[in-house]
T-cell receptor, first 112, second 113 residues
Framework: EAGVTQSPTHLIKTRGQQATLRCSPI?????VYWYQQALGLGLQFLLW???????NRGNFPPRFSGRQFPNYSSELNVNALELEDSALYLC???????????FGPGTRLLVL | DQQVKQNSPSLSVQEGRISILNCDYT??????FLWYKKYPAEGPTFLIS?????DKNEDGRFTVFLNKSAKHLSLHIVPSQPGDSAVYFC????????????FGQGTELSVKP
């Protein structure tokens, strides 16, 4: 069974640009979560999508947004990139919000 | 406000011995706890979990203990192997927190041959 996949693996952008990160969940999982791991910091919850709807978001500004498609894959968009947005962005999926979350390999975003 | 804390940033253990990783939490609403293992530049790998209605869960070499009164959980790895060397994160969630996992800062385990 394929795990959670994310693309691209690495992304380099300049300040002010927009970044789009993609995630495909494990087959059968309808919930997708996004987390940020900035350098030296722990994993911080960003967003939770389920059945195409945003269900919860963490303490991040509105320029962090996303969506979930009918096939349950998801996109994370970061607008007006700032240097401190440089981080590893992790996607996870689960059957529902009460079940174990399984993580993908992450996308490393570097903002110059 | 750090609701999940791993106070030991690193731990070094001899191969074959027991590794004990600790985690403390402050939110009494947490009802599900997980341990993940992470290598640099990779996503966390799920190891083991425990519901708040239990005090122990075992899976092979990994055992998680939960002490609700002390708001403390621990992960025991027996016997430790060099391949266990990684950063270990504990995480917690609550029914009313909308799918959000709260992670500790991680403990880097080094198992020496």
């Amino acid at each position: 069974e394929a795990g959670v996949t994310q693309s691209p693996t690495h992304l380099i952008k300049t300040r002010g640009q927009q970044a789009t990160l993609r995630c495909s969940p494990i087959s059968g999982h309808t919930s997708v979560y996004w987390y940020q791991q900035a350098l030296g910091l722990g994993l911080q919850f960003l967003l939770w999508y389920d059945e195409g709807e945003e269900r919860n978001r963490g303490n991040f500004p509105p320029r962090f947004s996303g969506r979930q498609f009918p096939n349950y894959s998801s996109e994370l968009n970061v607008n007006a990139l700032e240097l401190e947005d440089s981080a590893l962005y992790l996607c996870a999926s689960s059957f529902n919000d009460q079940e174990t979350q399984y993580f993908g390999p992450g996308t490393r975003l570097l903002v110059l | 406000d750090q609701q999940v804390k791993q106070n030991s940033p690193s731990l070094s253990v001899q191969e074959g011995r027991i590794s004990i990783l600790n985690c403390d939490y402050t939110n009494s609403m947490f009802d599900y706890f997980l341990w993940y293992k992470k290598y640099p530049a990779e996503g966390p790998t799920f190891l083991i979990s425990i519901s708040s209605i239990k005090d122990k869960n075992e899976d092979g070499r990994f055992t998680v203990f939960l002490n609700k009164s002390a708001k403390h959980l621990s992960l025991h790895i027996v016997p430790s192997q060099p391949g266990d060397s990684a950063v270990y994160f504990c995480a917690a969630s609550a029914h009313n927190q909308g799918g959000k996992l709260i992670f500790g800062q991680g403990t880097e385990l080094s198992v020496k041959p």
